[in-house]
């Protein structure tokens, strides 16, 4: 059974064993799904736990629920398609997480594993020497993609790596070194996107972080314009305003209708730069093809994660306008990465972004994330005592629970009716709705009956 750990497995060097292992598993990768035995599958699971415990993180086997409550061997992921999550058992979930936004046309979408596919088969990454033209062609799509004189941009693998870039490309842009961010904004793990986050439970233990950061209320365009008065009146220097559209890890908050106009006219009047942290927002998600769009707004600096490799392939980047890039130009190794923006990588965005404009990735998760709401809305009548109510926009959602304890039994709840959902990074109070934008209506139906079977059970 997978919960019965082996305590004190020791690790020491053994390259038999590490052929061994590498070899079983990768005979396993290349056997089709029809061939793999049962016995083989029940390896897998428990050794995945076992693995997990000995070599990754025991803490996650604690905290993750399709480990702690699954009855039968932890969840394994194996397969998935569409809004379709399969574990290694063969137990099919709805997915309502959508990787944390990762998943914006769905698991697998057969346009993008076809592309990189492809793109493997010709080069899977540049030779570091020679011009690639993918990185080329995808950086005009993206010019051509984004509001305003937004034209050249910089490929990474994470978001993080992005937003770090971003903060970067303002310092030596303005020659300034400190930045404007949100409370309980995220931007990232590194060093550098830690600093911008907005709570302490990840950023005390690691104090200091970059100097010259301050956190404010998010939605309140004051507050930055008093910190940048501030500022100012101290000699203290301030780069760039970092704000993501509608915040994403918080549990969907949105904004004041006024906040990114007013950031824009805020970020002009005190010359620093507005920053838009898109990693989550970006290619669709809200509703727009940016999240910036809802409000018509162009910020300086864009920031791209998640979504851009069509959920096939990690790739992010980050983009600003010709005359901010000027800086970047006497020294292009100012910031490099051997490994972002590979062939198949910028293969898989460029699929990405037809699949975006060609299904109307954008369109779909408005009128998904209003029929969401609509729904969820009625039955909040109904269990006024369970939940507090719906928020966000196109299909980044959060339901919101009065505590902790009750969210996370909805989110139990529906796991073992077979949808996957996930709290934020901290907590249950808010449950994160954000699956594919191309989520048939037929499997929203079917989620909101299981939850409406939850929220009944649960009263
Ligand atoms: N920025 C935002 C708005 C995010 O939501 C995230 C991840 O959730 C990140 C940055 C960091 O991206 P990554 O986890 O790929 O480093």
Not at 60 to 77: C, G, I, M, N
Not at 156 to 170: F, R
Not at 208 to 233: C, H, M, Y
Request: hydrophobic share 40%; aromatic share 8%.
């Amino acid at each position: 059974m997978t919960k019965a750990l082996n305590e004190n497995a020791p690790c020491t060097r053994d390259k038999v064993q590490a052929l061994n292992e590498a070899k079983k598993m990768v005979d396993l990768i290349e056997t089709s799904e029809a061939d793999i035995t049962d016995a083989e599958r029940h390896w897998i699971a428990e050794s995945t736990y076992q693995n997990f415990a000995d070599h990754i993180n025991k803490g996650f086997l604690e905290y993750r629920k399709s480990v702690t409550e699954t009855e039968d061997f932890a969840l394994t992921d194996w397969e998935g398609q569409g809004s379709i999550l399969k574990d290694v058992m063969g137990r099919e979930y709805i997915d309502m997480l959508g990787g944390f936004g990762l998943y914006a046309p769905g698991i697998r979408h057969p346009k993008i594993v076809a592309a990189a596919k492809a793109q493997l088969d010709r080069s899977p990454q540049y030779s570091q020497e020679m011009l690639d033209p993918l990185r080329a062609h995808l950086a005009k799509v993206i010019a051509k993609l984004t509001p305003g004189d937004i034209q050249y941009g910089f490929f990474a693998n994470s978001g993080t790596e992005a937003v770090d870039g971003a903060m970067k490309l303002a310092k030596l842009y303005t020659g300034k070194s400190g930045f404007i961010s949100t409370l309980k904004g995220f931007h990232g793990k590194s060093l550098g996107a830690l600093s911008l986050l907005g709570k302490a439970v990840y950023r005390k233990p690691l104090l200091p972080l970059l100097e010259g950061v301050r956190q404010v209320p998010f939605g309140d365009a004051d507050a930055i314009e008093q910190v940048l008065i501030n500022a100012k009146e101290v000699g203290d220097d301030i780069a760039g305003v970092v704000v993501e559209p509608i915040q994403g890890e918080a549990g969907a908050i949105e904004p004041p209708d006024d906040y990114w106009p007013r950031l824009r006219e805020i970020c002009d009047k005190y010359e620093v730069l507005l920053i838009a942290d898109e990693v989550q927002t970006g290619f669709g998600r809200t509703g727009e093809i940016f999240g910036v769009d809802n409000w018509g707004v162009t910020p300086d600096i864009m920031c791209f994660g998640k979504a851009l490799g069509g959920g096939v392939i990690a790739m992010s980047g980050f983009f600003s306008t010709a005359k901010i890039w000027k800086c970047m130009e006497p020294n292009p190794f100012m910031h490099t990465t051997t490994t972002g923006g590979n062939p198949v990588a910028c293969a898989a965005a460029l699929a990405q972004i037809t699949v975006l404009l060609e299904e109307d990735l954008a369109g779909q998760a408005k009128a998904k994330g209003i029929y969401i709401k609509e729904k969820v809305n009625a039955l909040q009548k109904v269990y006024p005592k369970i939940l507090k109510g719906i928020r966000g926009r196109g299909l980044l959602l959060g339901m919101e629970f009065p505590n902790d304890e009750i969210g996370y039994k909805v989110a139990s709840g529906l796991f073992s009716r077979g949808v996957l959902t996930a709290g934020t990074l901290t907590n249950a109070e808010t449950i994160r709705i954000e699956p594919a934008l191309n989520i048939p209506y037929e499997l929203i139906d079917t989620m909101l009956e299981r939850l409406e079977d939850t929220f009944k059970s649960m009263s």
